[in-house]
């Protein structure tokens, strides 16, 4: 199963919105909705931040959200802040019965 | 507090082999299904095994098929991961993750680092 497809990196002022693509097939993303989104900063274990596409866990900020689209997944960050400076992996159930990650996006807060 | 805690992490040889250990706490382990997962340095995450909440499922990636053995002791509310015929692209720090029951990873462990070098 090779590796979804993310954009090596992002950035964007603070206050802006970014938007992070996640691009895969109809055997991973486009078949299931069973797509999650990790934030990892430099040395830190990952973070979840999205799951089932759309869903935020308990305690996550708003300005991040999820969407699909086909066989392309989505992250957006709203009101863009420093903190939110980290790498960012796409993660999606596959027909393998397995999970697949993305190749990873590093967002840079200008 | 609810937390995972790998180790059995260290420097191994080539063709050598490594028990990696997690112990969760803070929540029912016997409830989740869990997982491990690696990311060699300066690389990308890389999902490597799973295993339900009974141990009567479990899945491997192709990377480390035949290779390894993942288990889990709910009495001892621990995951291991043993991993045989180590080579250097084994390098990596391995994480424990537990599923939040639709193939995503909820909660994860610090990792414990592996190298594989001779």
């Known amino acids: 199963q090779s590796a979804l497809t993310q954009p090596a990196s992002v950035s964007g002022s603070p206050g802006q919105s970014i938007t992070i693509s996640c691009t895969g097939t109809?055997?991973?993303?486009?078949?299931?909705?069973?797509v999650s989104w990790y934030q990892q900063h430099p040395g830190k274990a990952p973070k979840l931040m999205i799951y089932d596409v759309s869903n935020r866990p308990s305690g996550v900020s708003n300005r991040f959200s999820g969407s699909k689209s086909d066989n392309t997944a989505s992250l957006t960050i709203s009101g863009l802040q420093a903190e939110d400076e980290a790498d960012y992996y796409c993660?999606?159930?596959?027909?393998?019965?397995?999970?697949?990650f993305g190749t990873g996006t590093e967002v840079t807060v200008l | 507090q609810v937390q995972l805690v790998e180790s059995g992490g260290g420097l191994v040889k080539p063709g050598g082999s490594l028990r990696l250990s997690c112990a969760a706490s803070?929540?029912?382990?016997?409830?989740?299904?869990m997982n491990w997962i690696r990311q060699a340095p300066g690389k990308g995450l890389e999902w490597i095994s799973y295993i339900s909440k009974r141990g009567d499922l479990i899945y491997y990636a192709d990377s480390v098929k035949g290779r390894s053995t993942i288990s889990r002791d709910n009495t001892k509310n621990s995951l291991y991961l043993h991993m045989d015929s180590l080579r250097g692209e084994d390098t990596a720090v391995y994480y424990c993750?537990?599923?939040?029951?639709?193939?995503?990873?909820?909660?994860w462990g610090r990792g414990t680092l592996v190298t594989v070098s001779s």
């Open positions: 993750a537990r599923d939040g029951a639709s193939w995503y990873f909820d909660l």
């Open positions: 109809s055997s991973d993303i486009g078949g299931y909705n069973y």
């Open positions: 803070g929540f029912t382990f016997s409830d989740y299904y």
């Open positions: 993660c999606s159930y596959t027909s393998s019965t397995t999970p697949v």
